[in-house]
């Protein structure tokens, strides 16, 4: 039993009980149909988010100016949503107003494609307004109405398509292709967080190849900055790929725009994988390229190295990896501090420049990871630089 589906009846049961309407709609009812696990239910119902509010214990006001709110029930999730109708959109992507509605048609219309605008009351009986359920068996991607007018209206909608296919594999209605490639140049209208959200998505579809290849056949790749040649080379490649790997493949082979939004944490990522691949496609890994990136990094950039035509070193690098004699700075026998004990050199820049001296002369097998040589060739070293600065703690 879907014990997911069972509580979201409740929900139904008790919006219904309290006087008003209520459906499953959406991506769980258009999986279901297709035998598909679904990650998220959405219900669609004539109560108002101030109404729904009012009935459940624990409700979130998720979307709530847009009529939309969350409902919890046991540790589930619903996003219940008003019947609405939106008014007109002024800008690719928000309608100016929304209005509810007491109907659901009104709701549905407003919808973006034939298969997400399918109904499921409590009892799992289908209601189908537009032949949705035709196109489902077809396996075909059709706005509801004028395709024209719903991507003019919503330009995000297009590369919702293509996430579609890209999920389901399923192909483009010719008109609803058609107007694609006629407005593919609105989606620079849309904020670039909303789109990264749906090439991830279809960067990890099961069908990427072919969503792909509707990207390019519209034109749609160009209207995205720096990643045409990375979409037209991936989508020929069976080589699955998580989107930042995809992402980092279009920037090798074009460039990072700065347009793309990434945490800082995986721009430092892109870069270092994009440096990394620079040194290692033609020339080896090495243990201090190791020793620097780590190895989850190198194993990455190993994987870009392969996708992009050159040698597999995995083995090499993992050899490597195991075979290096500290991990970790801390790991020296002879460290900073011992440099601080035992001369008069505290300028903390030229300790660093010592310690790189001697973490290089070790991870590359040159000096032993021994104490006593340590400390002789750091001696040494802090003598040598002494008598070339001058000044220790200046
Ligand atoms: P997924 O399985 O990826 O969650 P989904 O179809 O459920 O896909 P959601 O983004 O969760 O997609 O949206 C839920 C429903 O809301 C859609 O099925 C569709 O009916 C409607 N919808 C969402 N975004 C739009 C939009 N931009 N324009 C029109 N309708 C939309
Ligand atoms: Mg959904």
């Given at each position: 039993m879907d014990k997911y589906l069972e509580i979201g009846k409740?929900?139904?049961?008790?919006?219904?009980?309290?006087?008003?309407?209520?459906?499953?709609?959406?991506?769980?009812?258009?999986?279901?149909?297709?035998?598909?696990?679904?990650a998220d239910i959405d219900i669609t119902s004539s109560a108002t988010p101030i109404e729904v509010i009012a009935l459940f214990n624990n409700v979130k006001e998720t979307g709530k100016k847009y009529g939309s709110v969350t409902v919890l029930k046991d540790k589930y999730k619903y996003e219940v949503t008003t019947f609405r109708s939106d008014g007109d959109y002024l800008d690719n992507r928000h309608p100016d107003n929304v209005l509810y509605s007491k109907k659901i048609e009104d709701d549905l219309s407003r919808r973006d494609f034939t298969i997400n605008a399918i109904v499921m009351d409590e009892e799992e009986n289908i209601t189908d307004h537009f032949d949705s359920i035709s196109d489902l068996e077809s396996k075909i991607i059709r706005t509801i109405d004028d395709p024209s007018k719903r991507f003019k209206e919503d330009s995000l909608r297009i590369l919702r398509a293509i996430r579609f296919v890209s999920k389901l594999g399923f192909e483009i209605e010719d008109s609803t292709l058609e107007a694609i490639r006629e407005h593919a140049h609105l989606i620079k209208n849309i904020s670039i967080e909303r789109v990264m959200v749906e090439l991830d998505k279809i960067f990890r579809g099961e069908h990427r190849?072919?969503?792909?290849?509707?990207?390019?056949?519209?034109?749609?790749?160009?209207?995205?900055?720096?990643?045409?040649?990375?979409?037209?080379?991936?989508?020929?490649?069976?080589?699955?790929?998580?989107?930042?790997?995809?992402?980092?493949?279009?920037?090798?082979?074009?460039?990072?725009?700065?347009?793309?939004?990434?945490?800082?944490?995986?721009?430092?990522?892109?870069?270092?994988?994009?440096?990394?691949?620079?040194?290692?496609?033609?020339?080896?890994?090495n243990r201090f390229i190791v020793y620097v990136n780590g190895l989850e990094a190198c194993l990455l950039a190993n994987k870009i190295n392969i996708v992009l035509g050159y040698k597999d070193q995995e083995e090499l690098i993992r050899e490597l990896y195991l075979?290096?004699?500290?991990?970790?700075?801390?790991?020296?026998?002879?460290?900073?501090?011992?440099?601080?004990?035992?001369?008069?050199?505290?300028?903390?820049?030229w300790i660093g420049i010592i310690v790189d001296d001697l973490k290089y002369n070790v991870i590359m097998g040159y000096l032993p990871n021994d104490y006593e040589i340590l400390k002789e060739y750091a001696l040494k070293k802090v003598k040598e630089l002494i008598l070339e600065m001058g000044d220790t703690n200046g």
């Open positions: 409740e929900v139904i049961v008790k919006l219904k009980e309290a006087g008003y309407d209520a459906f499953f709609v959406g991506g769980y009812v258009r999986d279901k149909l297709l035998g598909i696990k679904s190849n072919k969503a792909l290849k509707y990207m390019i056949n519209t034109k749609l790749d160009l209207e995205l900055y720096s990643l045409s040649s990375g979409i037209r080379f991936i989508s020929d490649i069976e080589a699955k790929l998580y989107p930042i790997e995809a992402f980092i493949i279009c920037f090798i082979l074009d460039d990072i725009d700065d347009i793309w939004r990434f945490s800082n944490k995986n721009i430092r990522l892109i870069k270092q994988i994009m440096d990394l691949h620079e040194v290692t496609k033609e020339d080896i890994f075979d290096l004699p500290i991990k970790d700075v801390c790991d020296l026998k002879f460290k900073g501090q011992d440099i601080i004990w035992l001369t008069e050199l505290r300028k903390k820049s």
